[in-house]
């Protein structure tokens, strides 16, 4: 496959005044005045055509700049770049010129990429038409919401067809729609096999789109591999890094500034380091929608699969365990930690209700016609049993164990004719 980003050794340094003195001072005797700052410090990376690679990191650790410079927006301070093929950015607020209007920024952006007159002719309409700015297309950008601003962005990225698209943020302003529209959009350069880079605070868009992550820390490279490998870490990371101190941050920055890239795990109290706390719990669970984990061991990432078999089905947790101050849960087919046991899934994964057992009393009752019956209770789509209860309407139900999830109760208990026993909720009863 053929390279089409080189990146190597590339720095970026900025100069941080205190003051406008110090700027001016800083012209007449340079090196004298203001402070060196570095926003990238040796960041190498490579990446193959049709590579869809996510940048993540907290904020200020340098995601923006490395993607401004790729764009040919930003130049480097210092290092090596190469590019083959043309890159295009989408960014919230990238290159777009506020005092011309919609229509002359796209004209002046495609002059800018070096496409000729008839080129532009062609392809304004289109661009216009999938912006969706209506009569604001000949309004002044500055007259535009961040929103619009994007939506005028990413219509001209994706419209002059680029080898290399990079997406920063773009998603995240704007409404609903149009980020769907962007995504389908994205999809289809994916299949087509082009390149993108994908800079996002969202975990869960990174995941799904992304194959490989560029894991950076405060300018620094921390990690370059694939989704399924780096996200869990940097799920991981995140996950202390919220819970440090103000000055922990600070004197981890201070660390990372200085020299090599930290350890997080520095950070923590040495009590609750791979401490493993287990307890008793009587929950139910359903799977999340997005990409998950579970996982054979909490403190084994690399033993997990993928979640995608577990869902719509409801699962009985009798076992809590935190490690690392991070809770999981044991998921089991049975009322059971020992029986039926699945594995552990991380809590913010998860869907969960508290279950008890009311009692084992025999009941009456009849069936109002709605609702569906399940195998287990608080069942999801794939626990369905009958999927219409109402050709069945007061029919007999005899129910013999009652329990309550959340705060619904639910009976389990046969129907009239019916062979096996199903859960149905109490609002379907009487
Ligand atoms: N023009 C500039 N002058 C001085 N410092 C800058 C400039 N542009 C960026 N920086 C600094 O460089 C660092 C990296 O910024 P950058 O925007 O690339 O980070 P980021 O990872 O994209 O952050 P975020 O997630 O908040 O968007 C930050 O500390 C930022 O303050």
Redesign the pocket.
């Known amino acids: 496959m053929e390279k089409v980003i080189s990146v190597r050794n590339i720095n970026k340094k ?1 100069k ?1 005044y205190r003051n406008n003195k110090e700027r001016i001072m800083d012209l007449v005797f340079p090196k004298s005045y203001g402070e060196d ?1 570095f ?1 990238l410090k040796d960041v190498n990376f490579e990446a193959f055509e049709g590579d869809i690679i996510g940048f993540i ?10 993607s401004n410079i790729i764009a040919g927006i930003v130049p480097e301070s210092s290092g090596y770049l190469e590019i083959n093929g043309q890159a295009s950015l989408i960014a919230v607020a990238s290159g777009l010129k506020n005092d011309l209007s919609g229509r002359e920024n796209i004209e002046l952006k495609l002059l800018m990429l070096g496409f000729d007159r008839d080129q532009i002719k062609e392809l304004e309409p289109q661009i216009i038409e999938y912006a969706e700015l209506e009569t604001f297309i000949d309004q002044p950008v500055k007259s535009y919401s961040s929103g619009m601003k994007s939506r005028l962005g990413f219509a001209i990225s994706v419209n002059i067809d680029p080898d290399i698209l990079i997406i920063d ?1 773009a998603l995240s302003v704007g409404d609903k729609a149009f980020a769907n529209k962007s995504l389908n959009k994205m999809l289809e350069f994916k299949e087509k096999g082009k390149t993108m880079i994908f ?1 996002s ?1 969202s975990i869960n868009q990174v995941k799904n789109f992304c194959e490989k992550v560029l894991w ?1 820390e405060f ?1 620094k490279v921390k990690k370059f591999g694939s989704v399924e490998d780096i996200i869990p870490q940097y799920e991981d990371f995140l996950y202390h890094w919220e819970k440090l101190s103000k000055s922990d941050r600070k004197q981890y920055r201070k660390l990372s500034i200085d020299g090599d890239v930290p350890n997080i795990y520095d950070f923590i109290p040495e009590t609750s380091l791979n401490e493993k706390k287990e307890s008793i719990v009587s929950l139910l669970g359903h799977v999340k929608a997005g990409e998950s984990y579970i996982y054979k061991d909490p403190s084994d990432y690399k033993e997990r699969e993928n979640t995608s078999a577990l869902k719509n089905n409801v699962y009985y947790i009798k076992k809590k365990m935190t490690y690392n101050g991070n809770p999981y849960y044991l998921l089991s087919k049975q009322p059971s930690y020992m029986n039926g046991v699945i594995g552990w899934m991380q809590k913010r994964d998860l869907s969960l209700l508290p279950h008890y057992s009311i009692d084992n009393d025999q009941k009456q009752l009849y069936l109002t016609g709605g609702g569906k019956a399940f195998n287990r209770p608080w069942g999801g789509k794939k626990n369905i049993v009958i999927d219409d209860l109402t050709i069945l309407e007061g029919e007999s139900f005899i129910s013999n164990k009652t329990e309550k999830v959340g705060n619904n109760l639910w009976y389990l208990g046969r129907i009239e004719n019916q062979l096996e026993p199903v859960w149905i909720n109490h609002k379907h009863l009487k």
């Open positions: 900025y941080l700052f926003a990191g907290t904020n200020g650790s340098g995601k923006s700049t490395l943020e800079v605070h950076l300018g």
